[in-house]
Protein backbone atom coordinates (compact mmCIF):
# COMPACT_ATOMS: atom_id res chain seq x y z
CA UNK A 1 0.00 0.00 0.00
CA UNK A 2 1.22 3.68 -1.23
CA UNK A 3 1.09 5.47 2.45
CA UNK A 4 3.19 8.45 4.06
CA UNK A 5 2.76 7.68 8.06
CA UNK A 6 3.94 11.16 10.37
CA UNK A 7 5.17 10.65 14.09
CA UNK A 8 7.28 12.69 16.28
CA UNK A 9 4.15 15.43 17.34
CA UNK A 10 3.75 16.21 21.19
CA UNK A 11 3.34 19.25 23.38
CA UNK A 12 6.43 21.64 23.43
CA UNK A 13 7.47 25.03 24.98
CA UNK A 14 7.04 28.26 22.79
CA UNK A 15 10.46 28.31 22.19
CA UNK A 16 11.47 24.74 21.90
CA UNK A 17 12.47 22.25 18.94
CA UNK A 18 10.70 19.17 17.59
CA UNK A 19 11.49 16.84 14.65
CA UNK A 20 9.07 15.59 12.69
CA UNK A 21 9.25 12.48 10.67
CA UNK A 22 6.93 11.05 7.52
CA UNK A 23 8.09 7.33 7.03
CA UNK A 24 7.15 6.38 3.17
CA UNK A 25 6.17 3.37 1.72
CA UNK A 26 4.63 1.57 -1.23
CA UNK A 27 6.58 4.08 -3.58
CA UNK A 28 9.72 4.78 -4.96
CA UNK A 29 10.49 7.49 -2.23
CA UNK A 30 13.50 8.82 -3.89
CA UNK A 31 11.74 9.72 -7.54
CA UNK A 32 9.23 12.42 -5.74
CA UNK A 33 9.74 15.73 -3.86
CA UNK A 34 7.42 15.88 -0.63
CA UNK A 35 5.93 18.48 1.03
CA UNK A 36 5.09 19.62 4.10
CA UNK A 37 1.45 21.44 4.95
CA UNK A 38 -0.72 22.16 8.36
CA UNK A 39 -3.60 23.19 9.72
CA UNK A 40 -4.12 24.79 12.89
CA UNK A 41 -7.33 24.02 14.59
CA UNK A 42 -10.54 24.55 13.41
CA UNK A 43 -8.72 26.43 10.20
CA UNK A 44 -7.61 26.31 6.62
CA UNK A 45 -4.41 24.24 5.29
CA UNK A 46 -1.13 26.22 5.68
CA UNK A 47 1.61 25.30 2.94
CA UNK A 48 5.17 24.95 4.96
CA UNK A 49 7.83 23.44 3.30
CA UNK A 50 9.15 21.40 0.33
CA UNK A 51 12.26 19.29 -0.53
CA UNK A 52 12.95 17.82 -3.97
CA UNK A 53 13.12 14.07 -4.97
CA UNK A 54 17.38 14.23 -4.37
CA UNK A 55 17.11 16.68 -1.09
CA UNK A 56 19.14 19.43 -3.75
CA UNK A 57 15.96 21.79 -3.19
CA UNK A 58 14.47 23.59 -0.28
CA UNK A 59 11.58 25.93 0.05
CA UNK A 60 10.01 27.65 2.46
CA UNK A 61 6.88 29.46 3.75
CA UNK A 62 8.11 33.02 4.94
CA UNK A 63 6.11 31.96 8.33
CA UNK A 64 8.57 29.56 9.20
CA UNK A 65 12.08 30.43 7.12
CA UNK A 66 14.91 30.65 9.24
CA UNK A 67 12.96 28.71 12.63
CA UNK A 68 12.58 25.22 10.15
CA UNK A 69 14.33 22.70 8.37
CA UNK A 70 13.53 20.19 6.27
CA UNK A 71 15.41 17.21 4.83
CA UNK A 72 15.17 13.48 3.82
CA UNK A 73 16.88 10.08 3.88
CA UNK A 74 16.67 8.37 0.83
CA UNK A 75 18.06 5.42 2.18
CA UNK A 76 15.68 5.27 4.92
CA UNK A 77 12.44 6.24 3.06
CA UNK A 78 11.98 9.52 5.25
CA UNK A 79 11.61 13.25 5.31
CA UNK A 80 12.18 14.76 8.19
CA UNK A 81 10.85 18.65 9.45
CA UNK A 82 13.03 19.91 12.40
CA UNK A 83 11.43 22.86 14.12
CA UNK A 84 13.06 25.51 16.15
CA UNK A 85 11.85 28.77 18.19
CA UNK A 86 8.10 27.50 18.48
CA UNK A 87 5.52 29.52 18.80
CA UNK A 88 1.74 29.76 19.46
CA UNK A 89 1.23 30.15 16.06
CA UNK A 90 3.41 26.85 15.33
CA UNK A 91 0.37 24.73 17.01
CA UNK A 92 -1.31 22.61 13.85
CA UNK A 93 -1.57 19.35 12.28
CA UNK A 94 1.41 18.93 10.26
CA UNK A 95 0.60 16.75 7.50
CA UNK A 96 3.63 15.62 4.84
CA UNK A 97 1.97 15.28 1.20
CA UNK A 98 3.44 13.51 -2.45
CA UNK A 99 3.46 15.71 -5.08
CA UNK A 100 3.03 13.71 -8.05
CA UNK A 101 4.97 15.19 -11.52
CA UNK A 102 2.06 13.11 -13.35
CA UNK A 103 -0.80 14.77 -11.89
CA UNK A 104 0.50 18.42 -12.50
CA UNK A 105 2.51 18.25 -8.83
CA UNK A 106 -0.46 18.04 -6.97
CA UNK A 107 -0.22 16.56 -4.01
CA UNK A 108 -1.53 12.89 -4.34
CA UNK A 109 -0.82 11.15 -1.41
CA UNK A 110 -1.11 13.00 2.42
CA UNK A 111 -0.25 11.21 5.83
CA UNK A 112 -2.20 10.91 8.56
CA UNK A 113 -1.05 13.86 10.34
CA UNK A 114 0.60 14.60 13.63
CA UNK A 115 -0.32 17.16 16.31
CA UNK A 116 2.18 20.01 17.58
CA UNK A 117 0.93 21.87 20.42
CA UNK A 118 3.04 24.85 21.55
CA UNK A 119 2.10 25.42 25.16
CA UNK A 120 4.01 26.49 28.52
CA UNK B 1 3.48 33.95 -3.52
CA UNK B 2 0.30 33.70 -5.39
CA UNK B 3 -2.78 34.42 -3.16
CA UNK B 4 -5.54 32.49 -3.88
CA UNK B 5 -9.65 33.23 -3.24
CA UNK B 6 -12.45 31.17 -3.15
CA UNK B 7 -15.78 31.25 -2.77
CA UNK B 8 -18.08 31.04 -1.02
CA UNK B 9 -16.53 30.27 2.41
CA UNK B 10 -19.75 28.03 3.60
CA UNK B 11 -22.51 26.98 0.82
CA UNK B 12 -25.50 25.24 2.68
CA UNK B 13 -27.07 22.51 0.06
CA UNK B 14 -29.58 19.67 0.00
CA UNK B 15 -28.66 16.15 -1.33
CA UNK B 16 -29.46 16.18 -4.99
CA UNK B 17 -28.20 19.59 -5.87
CA UNK B 18 -25.54 20.72 -8.05
CA UNK B 19 -23.31 23.29 -6.39
CA UNK B 20 -20.36 24.96 -7.57
CA UNK B 21 -17.57 26.31 -5.94
CA UNK B 22 -14.71 29.39 -7.44
CA UNK B 23 -11.11 29.99 -6.93
CA UNK B 24 -9.84 33.12 -8.36
CA UNK B 25 -6.02 33.49 -8.38
CA UNK B 26 -3.90 36.71 -7.85
CA UNK B 27 -1.83 36.29 -11.35
CA UNK B 28 -2.13 33.62 -13.89
CA UNK B 29 -1.18 30.03 -13.14
CA UNK B 30 -2.23 27.89 -16.44
CA UNK B 31 -4.44 25.06 -15.63
CA UNK B 32 -1.84 24.08 -12.49
CA UNK B 33 -5.09 24.04 -10.37
CA UNK B 34 -6.11 20.86 -8.32
CA UNK B 35 -9.30 20.54 -5.67
CA UNK B 36 -9.10 18.63 -2.35
CA UNK B 37 -12.11 17.57 -0.60
CA UNK B 38 -11.56 17.28 3.68
CA UNK B 39 -13.07 15.49 5.90
CA UNK B 40 -13.77 16.78 9.85
CA UNK B 41 -10.57 14.55 11.52
CA UNK B 42 -8.71 13.59 8.43
CA UNK B 43 -6.36 14.34 5.89
CA UNK B 44 -7.06 16.17 2.58
CA UNK B 45 -8.01 13.58 -0.44
CA UNK B 46 -7.12 15.13 -4.05
CA UNK B 47 -10.44 15.23 -6.44
CA UNK B 48 -8.93 17.19 -9.31
CA UNK B 49 -5.68 17.99 -10.67
CA UNK B 50 -4.98 20.46 -13.73
CA UNK B 51 -7.94 22.15 -13.38
CA UNK B 52 -9.93 19.23 -14.91
CA UNK B 53 -8.35 16.05 -14.74
CA UNK B 54 -10.65 13.83 -12.26
CA UNK B 55 -8.19 11.86 -10.04
CA UNK B 56 -8.66 7.95 -10.19
CA UNK B 57 -11.13 6.59 -8.05
CA UNK B 58 -13.65 10.11 -7.40
CA UNK B 59 -16.86 9.92 -8.47
CA UNK B 60 -17.63 11.57 -12.06
CA UNK B 61 -20.49 13.46 -10.23
CA UNK B 62 -17.06 15.95 -9.50
CA UNK B 63 -16.03 17.95 -12.01
CA UNK B 64 -13.42 20.94 -12.69
CA UNK B 65 -13.28 23.87 -15.18
CA UNK B 66 -10.75 26.64 -15.95
CA UNK B 67 -7.56 28.73 -16.72
CA UNK B 68 -5.89 31.45 -16.15
CA UNK B 69 -7.10 33.35 -13.17
CA UNK B 70 -10.08 31.68 -12.71
CA UNK B 71 -11.35 28.25 -11.64
CA UNK B 72 -14.27 26.85 -10.59
CA UNK B 73 -15.60 23.01 -8.66
CA UNK B 74 -18.95 21.85 -9.65
CA UNK B 75 -20.53 18.82 -8.20
CA UNK B 76 -23.87 17.85 -10.25
CA UNK B 77 -25.85 16.24 -8.00
CA UNK B 78 -25.10 16.46 -3.94
CA UNK B 79 -24.23 12.79 -2.46
CA UNK B 80 -24.53 12.74 1.40
CA UNK B 81 -20.89 11.96 1.63
CA UNK B 82 -20.31 14.87 -0.07
CA UNK B 83 -20.41 17.92 2.63
CA UNK B 84 -16.97 18.65 3.57
CA UNK B 85 -14.47 21.29 3.11
CA UNK B 86 -13.06 21.46 -0.20
CA UNK B 87 -9.66 23.31 -1.11
CA UNK B 88 -8.42 24.81 -3.80
CA UNK B 89 -4.59 25.17 -4.35
CA UNK B 90 -1.80 25.88 -7.11
CA UNK B 91 0.86 23.97 -8.24
CA UNK B 92 2.25 26.33 -10.65
CA UNK B 93 4.83 28.03 -8.69
CA UNK B 94 6.74 27.73 -4.38
CA UNK B 95 4.50 28.21 -2.57
CA UNK B 96 2.06 26.12 -3.41
CA UNK B 97 -0.73 28.07 -2.02
CA UNK B 98 -4.55 27.20 -0.82
CA UNK B 99 -7.70 29.01 -0.88
CA UNK B 100 -9.16 29.16 2.53
CA UNK B 101 -11.44 26.46 2.23
CA UNK B 102 -15.25 26.35 1.43
CA UNK B 103 -17.44 24.11 3.88
CA UNK B 104 -20.54 21.83 2.01
CA UNK B 105 -22.89 21.64 4.63
CA UNK B 106 -26.35 20.08 4.65
CA UNK B 107 -29.07 22.44 4.75
Known amino acids: EVQLVESGGGLVQPGGSLRLSCAAS????????IHWVRQAPGKGLEYVSA????????YYANSVKGRFTISRDNSKNTLYLQMGSLRAEDMAVYYC?????????????WGQGTMVTVSS | DIQMTQSPSSLSASVGDRVTITCRTS??????LNWYQQKPGKAPKLLIY???SLQSGVPSRFSGSGSGTDFTLTISSLQPEDFATYYC?????????FGQGTKLEIK
Open chain 1, 97 to 109: ARENSSSSDAFDI
Open chain 1, 26 to 33: GFSFSSYA
Open chain 1, 51 to 58: ISSNGGST
Open chain 2, 27 to 32: QSISTY
Open chain 2, 50 to 52: AAS
Open chain 2, 89 to 97: QQSYSNAYT
